[in-house]
């Protein structure tokens, strides 16, 4: 389970309550037929049936009205059209939906490209399908963070300066992570690496899209302090889910970038501080010191 901040979705932003949220609801739906992939663990849906929408959108509205869920979480969205989801959202009314869309990233060689546009924009359409109504999570943003974070940051820098993951193209609904109950925890899949959590977690806690929390590593880690800590960053410097980011340095010794107009942030053991950027202008702050890790600079 993970919880979900950001000033995108205010009321959980405090990271207090689930109630908010609900319980994450894992709705898995497979269409029969060509469209979608086919999840073996769970049985086909036909969803281009009016009778089967029909009690799914009953069936969510119970939820959302009678139980108290304001929340979706789809789980295995390559099963189904995205086209059903927007019914299906547009209908329930969810505060928040976010879709799992995990396929490979690009690899050669067993070696991570550096290129992934292809991935993104995959995550890209089905959100598109959805005619936006549904996030989705960054799950190139997570590939993408497993290599750059050891020493190889100019992986996190596109040909265009932006962000190399969803959260570059359409940050407002690119749910970001580093962890989830796939992933990591008894399962195991594809864990982040442990000596990077700090790192990832300063990246996606102040950068735009709506990051979310792994409870794993928040209650069993020892980090929680260290989470809280980056919580209160991004509120003090109002970072939301479309704050604009700029990249200055990305290269195998770090990754610099100011997050809107308030904060600056550096990963890696780059020898670099606000006062020489030439083109960072105003007084700023360190806010937080972890050495090599991270370190944020709130301006004054």
């Not at 959805?130 to 963070?145: C, P, Q």
């Not at 820098?157 to 193209?169: E, L, M, N, Y």
């Not at 990249?247 to 195998?252: E, F, V």
């Amino acid at each position: 389970m993970s919880r979900y901040v950001g000033q995108s979705y205010s009321e959980i932003s405090q990271f207090s309550s689930m109630k908010s949220f609900g319980l994450a609801i894992n709705a898995t739906f497979c269409l029969f037929g060509a469209v979608g992939d086919i999840f073996h663990a769970a049985p086909n849906i036909d969803h281009s049936q009016d009778f089967v929408r029909r009690d799914i959108k009953e069936w969510l509205n119970w939820l959302r009205n009678d139980i108290g869920f304001d929340g979706w979480r789809l789980d295995f969205v390559r099963g189904f059209s995205g086209t059903y989801v927007k019914e299906y959202i547009e209908t329930s009314n969810p505060a928040f939906a976010i879709g799992e869309y995990w396929d490979s990233l690009a690899y050669e060689h067993g070696n991570l490209c550096y290129n992934q546009d292809a991935h993104r924009q995959r995550i890209v359409n089905w959100i598109n399908a959805t005619g936006g109504t549904s996030s989705a999570f960054d799950v190139t943003t997570k590939g993408i963070l497993h290599s750059a974070l050891h020493n190889q940051y100019w992986r996190m820098i596109d040909p265009q300066g932006k962000p190399t993951g969803v959260v570059g193209w359409w940050p407002s609904r690119a749910v970001t992570f580093l962890e989830n109950h796939d992933t990591g925890s008894t399962q195991g899949h594809w864990p982040f690496p442990r000596d990077k959590l700090a790192q990832g977690y300063a990246y996606i806690l102040t950068h735009p899209g709506t990051p979310t929390i792994f409870y794993d590593h928040f209650y069993d880690f020892g980090i929680r302090e260290m989470i809280n800590e980056l919580i209160e960053a991004r509120q003090r410097a109002g970072i939301h889910c479309r704050s604009s980011v700029k990249i200055y340095h990305a290269n195998n010794e770090g990754y610099v970038a100011q997050v809107g107009d308030t904060l600056v942030m550096k990963l890696g053991h780059f020898d670099w501080n606000p006062s020489k950027e030439n083109h960072l202008d105003g007084s700023w702050q360190k806010f937080v010191d972890k050495g090599s890790d991270y370190q944020l600079w709130l301006r004054q």
